[in-house]
């Protein structure tokens, strides 16, 4: 392959490195110069191409992706076609990526021309979830070096996804006086969340005393024969295992099973139990896994889920990579830092869907109580249309006609949240489940009852998560007592999204580990119409 500028009589053959402009149309890069094509450029006054010309042994980028891509394994991938020398790899199931560094490395080590990025070794991914891409970097590469890479991938595995396998889980808490109840009944909703990704499901529940003894008794009980899929167990500890012969490991050794290991080298999730009874894999899960915060439980959850059997020599080796957590040196979590020469955007979610309660049984309903002369909803609909913040999405549920009535004609999008009587999770949810809004590097979480928020006390939020790079969490107070609005980042949206009743943001900000930066907007953050009288007081006037 010969890479240059070539005059017009020589150009006929050549592939251009980029695209030519004429009247009669264009010539994009890649495209072979024809006979034809050196008479259009002739008539355009044009006197040379810059391309390469091949040599014999040379293949053309998009053949020499798709000789590489297709030699790689094709269970559970789906290939797109090749264009300008690459092949993106797609997951055709949810499961576990697992990749092979030292075949991606040996591949790439070839020759420069080729290459083949992939994500990062056991992560979980969704069907349709882009998990590789071969490039050609050059318009043309020698055949022998295609033919190098074709005949690697033939007989080494560079990646794979193990898709994942439905478990039916036991979940065993132990109880102290001192653990709440209201803990492990959030704790059995989180794992619920976190099965759901593999289409496992929590069977049953056990809740016994904190000892040894009684754990061992209900471990003894359980009857792998009677599961028609596979299944495992999960036990929560009410204390924290602090020794490899504390309570769990211990009772899963006096019901005869096997401990593969206590403890493993990620933080948050150092305190984990892995063991075995019989063939049902059973997870001493650290106390972090109370938290939807990412964690070492996650990382063995989703290993035995896709059908793989971790020993003790995989979880020691799990720990570069396996510092989770955050720590002071770093002003905020390293994976949302956003590069500054890319514009932050920041959708807002105008949440209108509550019953309003405390209006009382089939009264007037605050959001249609006219402020200014317009009902309250339209009115802070308004006041965001004016903001910096794109797009604004508006949560319906309560009186979801009246509602839409009161927003007809403004560019906003409506999302209608179908479980509105379950509380505010779900219009967090409904709302962060739109695209437009899931797409954004933060959302405005707005209510939509607070009359005196302004677009400028909007904006000042929106230029304070900005100026922070959108990795922080940035929040109203008014004398340093917190309130609303408030800016998630793209961090806390999988936090989000595992909420459940009548639970707003604030959960998210004290359990995440993000950074907060508290911004006073005086009373306008505290101002809210939860009654008739509220309303009144400030300055609305009450319909039907």
Known sequence: MRYGSFSLTEAEGVVLAHSIRIASGRLSKGHMVTAEDVERLQQEAITAVLGVRLEPGDLLEDDAAHAIAHAIAPDHLRFSIPATGRVNIYSEVDGLFVAQKTVVDRLNRIDPAITLACLADHVPVRKGDMVATVKIIPLAVEADKVAAAVALLETSVPFEVKA??????????????????????????????????????????????????????????????????????????????????????????GAGGEVEHVGMPVDPGNLLVLGR??????????????????????WVLNRLMAGETPTAYDLTG???????????????PREEAIPRSQPVRVAALLLAAGQARRMGTDGPHKLLAEFDGKPLVRRTAEMLM???????????????????????????????????ASGMASSLIAGLSKPTVKDADGVLVMLADMPAVTTEHVNLLLRTFREAGGGIVVRSVSDGKRGNPIILPRAAYDAVLRLEGDVGARAIVEGSGLEVVDVDIGAAAHLDVDTPEAVTAAGGVLGD
Do not use: W, Y
Request: proline content about 8%.
């Open 318 to 332: 799990m720990g570069v990579g396996g510092l989770l957590t955050e720590i002071p040196s770093r002003p905020r």
């Open 277 to 298: 009874l019989g063939n049902v894999p059973v997870i001493g899960a650290p106390g972090c896994a109370r938290s939807p915060k990412e964690n070492g439980f996650d």
């Open 164 to 253: 994942f396998r439905p478990h039916l889980v036991t979940l065993v808490a132990t109880e102290l006086p001192s653990l709440k109840p209201s803990v492990m009944d959030r704790t059995a909703r989180l794992l619920e969340h976190r099965l759901a990704l593999s289409g496992s499901r929590l069977m049953k529940e056990i809740r016994v005393p904190h000892s040894a003894e009684r754990l061992t008794e209900v471990l003894q009980q359980l009857d792998a024969a009677e599961f028609d899929e596979p299944a495992m167990v999960i036990v929560f500890g009410a204390s924290a295992v602090t020794d490899p012969h504390d309570v769990i490991p211990a009772a899963i050794r």
């Open 386 to 420: 004016r903001s910096e913040a794109s797009p604004v999405v508006a949560v319906l549920g309560h009186r979801r006609q009246e509602i839409e009535t009161a927003l007809s004609g403004l560019d906003i999008l409506g999302c209608f949240n179908g479980e509105f």
